[in-house]
């Protein structure tokens, strides 16, 4: 029988490589049974594993931290202290327009006394690079030569009404691209419509309505006055405009506010206040307009959308509607109010400048903005949803077909101030229309032919 026999080494004894590990093992069995017994009953945990190495790669699905991108382009956005929720909205714009284009860094800047100080920092050696801003100012900043000009495709693509895209361009060059719209409209109480007994405003309402009207509502008994009327250019306008006149001529260099229906406009806006039919806002008692109205001062109020958030704050009660302007003697009119972003003529990288513009104009940000604020969108296909948000104000929506512009030829802000302050003395009684019309022709002639 043969038997087998271990391998033996070059020298002769025996390999005990196989055998000594099984000694070793059988050694170590007993403490292993133990640890293994301990785990079970005291319920620890398995032993930590020792760290890997760091140069090791990551196992098992383990992702590295990724390297941020540098930030190869910082931009600055300058506008206008608002609300909270409006400050939040900006800043939620931001970051998702950095997680877009991780390398820039957008810096918002919201500056207080924004319309007196937009110009100086424009001039600065180091502005912004947007400013947003009130539409009016379009045609000075551009004449001081502060605004870079924007491509005209920027506003082909953004579905802009014609209304916007005329008060976007200065001599046919695009400056700025709107976001933003608002419109005058008559807003009436309706609680103080139904205890009168009178039918709510209408779109065939006349001039000679709405006076009727204002006369019914007001209460000297409570001192609430039917119509509250502001000394203010920018609400007298609708009725120069809708009895046929102008400010200027087609061509901006002549004054043409010293006409019949400017006088017309003007004796029929404030013989309301002075025959009793409307009073102001300081004479209810009141810092503005939107405020006399939430406080019911006032039955009617001529305002723009921007109330009706004001109003969902400051009288979330009130039952209130929305009726376009009365008709005037030749149509109806009312007046536009455009917010746009314009580009730095300054700006260091006019590129990413222009694509943060094209972000904060988007469909998708348009709308938001039109949740928050109540202000129309400037894109033409969200009129509709605008609508469906706001069923009730449609009337805002509708009166594109009959706007006019809030915008001038430059250095025109003199000519707003002497209306301002011409109104404010008819209706303390100091002067007569016709002095104030000529003294503005006057004003703005002078500002026209420089």
């Keep these: 029988m043969t038997r087998l026999s271990m391998p033996t080494s070059t020298n002769g004894s025996k390999d005990f490589s196989l055998s000594s590990a099984a000694k070793r093992l059988k050694s170590l069995l007993p403490r292993l049974i133990v640890s293994l017994l301990l785990i079970v009953i005291t319920g620890c945990d398995r032993p930590a594993l020792p760290p890997l190495p760091q140069w090791l790669p990551p196992l098992w699905g383990a992702s590295a931290t990724p390297t941020p991108l540098p930030i190869t382009t910082e931009l600055r956005l300058a506008t206008w202290p608002a609300s909270p929720a409006v400050d939040e909205y900006f800043q939620q714009s931001i970051a998702a327009y950095q997680q877009t284009r991780p390398d820039t860094q957008v810096t918002l800047q919201v500056l207080p006394d924004y319309g007196t100080r937009l110009r100086t920092l424009l001039e600065n050696e180091s502005p912004p690079d947007i400013v947003r801003l009130n539409a009016f100012l379009l045609p000075d900043l551009v004449a001081r030569g502060l605004l870079a000009p924007l491509p005209a495709a920027l506003l082909t693509q953004a579905d802009l009404p014609p209304l916007l895209q005329q008060m976007s361009e200065v001599n046919g060059t695009p400056y700025c691209l709107p976001h933003e719209v608002n419109m005058l409209a008559l807003l009436y109480n309706r609680a103080h419509f139904d205890a009168a007994q009178l039918a709510y405003p209408t779109a065939d309402w006349s001039w000679e309505t709405l006076r009727t009207t204002a006369e019914q509502l007001t209460d000297a008994e ?63 008692g009141n810092a503005w307009a939107g405020e006399a109205f939430a406080q019911e001062h006032a039955a009617m109020t001529i305002e723009g959308n921007w109330l009706i958030p004001y109003l969902a704050t400051a009288a979330p009660t009130l039952a209130y509607g929305v009726a376009p302007l009365p008709t005037g003697p030749t149509g109806k009119a009312t007046l536009a109010f455009v917010t746009c972003y314009a580009m730095s003529a300054r700006s260091a990288d006019r590129t990413a400048a222009l694509a943060l513009i094209e972000f904060l104009t988007n469909t998708e940000r348009q709308r938001a903005w039109f949740g928050l604020t109540a202000a129309l969108p400037a894109r033409s296909a969200l009129l509709a949803d605008w609508t469906l948000a706001y069923p009730e104000q449609s009337a805002f929506a509708q009166a594109f077909p009959y706007s006019y512009p809030w915008q001038f030829p430059p250095n025109f802000q003199p000519v707003v101030d002497s209306m301002n302050d011409g109104i404010q003395r008819i209706f303390g009684g100091f002067v007569l229309p016709a002095s104030v019309l000529a003294e503005a022709e006057a004003t703005g002639n002078e500002r026209l032919q420089r």
Excluded: C, K
Excluded at 246 to 257: G, L, R
């Design 222 to 284: 409570t001192g609430r006055s039917g119509l509250v009327l502001p000394a203010d250019f920018s609400r007298w306008l609708p009725f120069l405009y809708s009895a046929g006149g102008a400010v200027t001529d087609s061509a901006a260099m002549s004054m043409t506010i010293n006409s019949a229906a400017g006088l017309t406009a003007l004796e029929f806006y404030s013989n309301l206040v002075l025959d009793g039919m409307a009073a102001t806002p300081t004479g209810l």
